[in-house]
């Protein structure tokens, strides 16, 4: 079964305009890290944004926050202001323990595209 | 300068033939972990380690090997490579801690290319 679903494989958004990535997923860990990273065309994978599961509020990083619904198993990465360089797939990845080890498990990706 | 390292960034082999991908990080990170990466399928872990001469099974660990004797070192190896093992490649560190220190820090990435 799937544990990191993002729904959308592709969008285009107007630059300037904010955007939202989806990422849901499922555990049953108490304990988790929630991870969103950028892969531009050049290939390399950015680290963006972490949310753990027990920080009461919602990460942010300069221009990327992460809006955590525990509730909901969601947890959605916010673009504001997006910029051509915006351009990229992203991917939202979950850290799950698995017994006293640890594994990042990945959603499959959403590209986007920012539009001038 | 912290970061992680893989080389070859290129390669193209002929079935069969064995091949070893090297990484390495200076930010002495316990966590190392390898990946691949194909259209549709996102990341897979191919195998990680907790530590020195410490290495697990991942995902999609059928056709490789992996070691790890120094700390800052973990290549990859493909004893005997496949066309179904041509993929993006990735090796990845990360602290091994809170949490919020487990954010991974990735290599640039390999493109293997099996005929």
């Known amino acids: 079964a799937q544990k990191i679903t993002q729904t959308q494989p592709g969008m285009f958004v107007q630059e300037k305009e904010a955007v939202t990535l989806d990422c849901t997923y499922d555990?049953?860990?108490?304990?988790?890290?929630l991870f969103w990273y950028k892969q531009p065309s050049s290939g390399e994978m950015i680290f963006l944004i972490y949310?753990?599961?027990?920080d009461e509020q919602n990460a942010t990083e300069g221009r990327y926050s992460l809006n955590f619904q525990k509730a909901r198993k969601s947890a959605n990465l916010v673009i504001s202001a997006s910029q051509l360089g915006d351009s990229a797939m992203y991917f939202c990845?979950?850290?799950?323990?698995?017994?006293?080890?640890?594994?990042?498990?990945w959603g499959a990706g959403t590209k986007l595209i920012i539009k001038p | 300068e912290a970061q992680v390292t893989q080389n070859p960034r290129y390669l193209i082999t002929v079935t069969g033939k064995k091949l070893t991908v090297t990484c390495s990080q200076n930010?002495?990170?316990?966590?190392m972990s390898w990946y691949r990466q194909d259209p549709g399928l996102g990341l897979r872990q191919i195998y990680y380690?907790?530590?020195?001469?410490?290495?697990d099974k991942g995902d999609v660990p059928e056709g490789y090997k992996v070691s790890r004797k120094e700390k800052r070192n973990f290549p990859l190896i493909l004893e005997s490579p496949s066309p179904n093992q041509t993929s993006l490649y990735f090796c990845?560190?990360?602290?091994?801690?809170?949490?919020?220190?487990?954010?991974?820090?990735f290599g640039p990435g390999t493109r293997l290319l099996v005929l």
């Open positions: 990845a560190s990360s602290q091994w801690g809170s949490p919020s220190q487990e954010t991974q820090y």
């Open positions: 930010m002495n990170h316990e966590y």
């Open positions: 380690s907790m530590n020195v001469e410490v290495t």
């Open positions: 555990t049953s860990d108490q304990s988790y890290g």
């Open positions: 949310q753990g599961s027990y």
């Open positions: 990845a979950m850290r799950e323990t698995v017994g006293s080890n640890y594994q990042l498990i």
